[in-house]
RNA sequence: GCUGCAGUAGCUCAGCUGGUAGAGCGCAUCCUUGGUAAGGAUGAGGUCACCGGUUCAAAUCCGGUCUGUAGCUCCA
């Protein structure tokens, strides 16, 4: 008998040799049903292979993130076994699992393959699933291996074999298709209820643009036909959310060929909603102590070599700028914190004045590959709510705990209800390739594991993801979707100090480094910007939409009140516009509606005898009439909520 | 940057195998003066991204350029 250990902690006895789908069967009728895969002493094993031995078995179902990982690399294999039949004579590339779905990179050779071809793929698949085609695995010898797959002239697959060790090759077959794979795999086909194929793409071999470029097909699947249309559904809502499309129609912001690629230019609307964002984080951090300055947008070629920059980055950078006359070289900023360390310098600092955060909303430059852009989160000029801490290396902890305060603070008003942290720690194996000390580095990532462990906040720890200079803590977003994106960042750096050889005069008069902490809660404004974009999907919370009210005069006949209660609300710091084409009251709401004003303010006769407004919701309806002064009320409720 | 796909009116798009352009929305003018998601009429608006080629003839076919877009190890 052996012993095993459940997740649970709770332990069974089973007979030597049983088998994970053995262990699920004695749990419960239901578990055997689900599960897919199982975790034995932490690798991930098929339900057939035996157990010998006391082990922890941990049992995976769709649940579990390396579950849904084993479904979807079975299932493409069954994208591939479905290949193999239509298109006989392709090559295989690779096929693994990926964050949504799997793909399989394959090389077509002669045949023609497009998107209209999907159905007859999909339907391929399905009848395979339906003969419940078993996926078994087998040892195989490199020598047998390569013959295997030399003898059909699977180039790629040789290719891949020839980089692994003889005795530790294994293979999957599944009906006629038989493919090198590490595994571990469904037993059969049978609970992949649901495909689909997303869409097609070039890929390189093995990542080379040298290399030969196979088609990748894009697919996923699901175990119930219902999660494949709920997850279509999410698709077609995040394509509505596109941060790209509705920032046209909501003229916040343009791209202009002319002007060139990567360059947004924010429209009215856009800097109104952006300049907000940035007078709310003002206040904050003037609350938290933070000085305000602005720097140039170029700087002298000296000061990138001396904060490292130009070594690291020059050659991927814009090119210099020289002056015409003396020749003197200059580049586009591509970070604030070098201006900000001269600012430091300025003058000298005792211990007391430390910490000094020095903040600027500051529009830096970067060369991105082309292929790289992407609407307002990939782009080559934007504007970093940036600021640098400059602490003594005892004030790190307190520092990250207040930083941290002020991305609540964001996310709050933001209604980012969900979101992680990452705590980035440097490699312990490997502690030559950071710079600063090692009592600094304890300290340091000490501090910062202390300070989430005090917000309470969730934060995984990652070891190796460290920069060079210095351990992070970086802020990840869910948005309405369940997307995620990596917004906020907080992170230290031993080397700006060093390289421009900063120092205050300590308590014991002698010259100390400051630590400097870089941090962005937005990260960029263009990025955040399309992120609440596509969290909110353009209805914008109430305390930063541009407009929050739409005045709609039931007839030309009383645009003059309309725009007396305009002036009144004004006045009252509320802001809107005011439609006075000449159309009827159920265009202009629609209008408004499909432009997303927060609230419409219906003025008619009826009202102005009264002294009301209609006031209507956008999205919600009619609230019926009431006077400016209790409209403004509401409007005035709903943001405290927030702030 | 590389590869695929795309570029037609301000916007969204139609235009089959070559015969020099169309719709809806928007815009302008006029009629209509209206109660909670589209009132009506008329009109203006296009070097079919750009450059070159094939052709009697190019938005359409070919080559190049520009821009957009998807993808470019998440490792058998």
């Not at 979101?419 to 340091?444: C, H, M």
């Not at 408004?592 to 005898?609: R, V």
Request: charge should be negative; hydrophobic fraction near 35%; charged fraction near 30%.
């Amino acid at each position: 008998m052996i012993n095993i250990t459940l997740p649970d902690g709770s332990m069974r006895q089973y007979e030597a040799g049983v088998t994970p789908l053995d262990i699920a069967k004695s749990i419960s009728e239901g578990l055997a049903r689900n599960v897919l895969a199982a975790k034995v002493n932490g690798n991930i094993l098929e339900l057939y292979r035996p157990i010998n031995e006391d082990a922890t078995v941990q049992l995976l179902t769709w649940n579990d993130e390396d579950g849904k990982h084993t479904f979807w690399h079975t299932s493409a294999h069954l994208l591939a076994s479905a290949l193999q039949e239509l298109y006989p004579g392709i090559h295989f590339g690779i096929g693994p699992a990926i964050e949504n779905g799997f793909y399989y990179d394959i090389d077509f050779g002669k045949y023609e393959v497009s998107s209209d071809d999907f159905p007859k793929i999909e339907k391929k698949m399905m009848e395979l699933v339906q003969a419940k085609t078993p996926v078994t695995r087998r040892e195989v010898s490199k020598a047998e291996a390569l013959k295997t797959f030399g003898d059909r002239g699977e180039v790629y697959k040789v290719e891949l074999i020839n980089d692994l060790e003889d005795g530790s090759i294994s293979f999957y077959d599944s009906g006629n298709f038989t493919d090198l794979c590490r595994g571990p795999h469904l037993v059969d086909f049978s609970p992949i209820k649901a495909v689909k194929l997303i869409n097609l793409a070039g890929a390189y071999w093995r990542g080379d643009e040298h290399r030969p470029q196979l088609t990748r097909v894009y697919a996923i699947s699901f175990p119930k036909k219902k999660e494949l249309d709920e997850y279509l559904v999410m698709l077609e809502e995040a394509k509505k959310r596109d941060h790209r499309k509705i920032g046209k129609e909501l003229g916040l912001y343009m791209f202009s060929e002319t002007v060139g690629k990567g360059l947004p230019i924010w429209l009215p609307k856009g800097t109104d909603l952006r300049l907000r964002l940035q007078e709310f984080l003002t206040k904050i951090q003037k609350r938290y102590g933070y000085q305000q300055v602005m720097t140039p947008h170029i700087g002298s070629k000296c000061l990138y070599e001396t904060s490292g920059h130009w070594e690291h980055y020059g050659e991927d950078s814009f090119r210099p700028i020289t002056t015409p006359e003396d020749g003197e070289v200059y580049l586009l900023k591509p970070m604030n914190c070098p201006h900000h360390c001269m600012i430091f310098k300025n003058e000298p600092h005792s211990y007391k004045d430390l910490p000094l955060r020095i903040a600027e909303f500051g529009t830096v430059y970067r060369y991105e590959q082309s292929g790289e852009l992407h609407g307002l989160t990939r782009v080559r000029s934007f504007t970093q709510d940036d600021a640098h801490i400059f602490c003594r290396p005892d004030q790190v902890k307190e520092e990250f705990i207040k930083v941290m305060e002020i991305i609540e603070i964001i996310f709050k008003a933001l209604s980012f209800d969900n979101f992680e942290a990452q705590i980035s720690l440097r490699d312990p194996s490997n502690t030559t390739k950071y710079v600063g000390s090692d009592e600094n580095w304890a300290k340091a990532e000490q501090a910062i594991v202390e300070a989430c462990k005090e917000k309470n906040l969730p934060a995984k720890v990652e070891y190796g993801e460290a920069a060079f200079y210095g351990p992070k803590l970086d802020f990840m977003v869910k948005d309405a979707l369940g997307r995620r994106w990596q917004l906020g960042t907080i992170q230290v750096d031993y080397n700006l100090p060093e390289r421009f050889e900063l120092e205050y005069i300590g308590s014991d008069g002698q010259k100390h480094r400051p630590v400097m902490i870089h941090r962005a809660p937005f990260g960029s404004m263009e990025r955040f910007c399309a992120v609440l974009i596509e969290h909110t999907a353009g209805k914008f919370p109430l305390w930063l939409t541009p407009d929050q009210f739409i005045i709609l005069p039931v007839s030309e006949k009383y645009v003059e009140e309309a725009q007396a209660l305009k002036i009144k609300l004004e006045e009252m710091n509320l802001r809107g516009t005011l439609d006075t084409r000449d159309e009827k009251i159920g265009r202009k709401i629609r209008d408004a509606e499909l432009a997303k004003y927060p609230f419409m303010l219906i003025l008619g006769e009826k009202e102005i005898n009264e002294g009301t407004v209609s006031v209507r919701r956008q999205g919600a309806g009619d609230l019926g009439s009431m006077t400016p002064e209790a409209f403004a009320a509401i409007v005035e409720e709903e943001i405290k909520k927030v702030m």
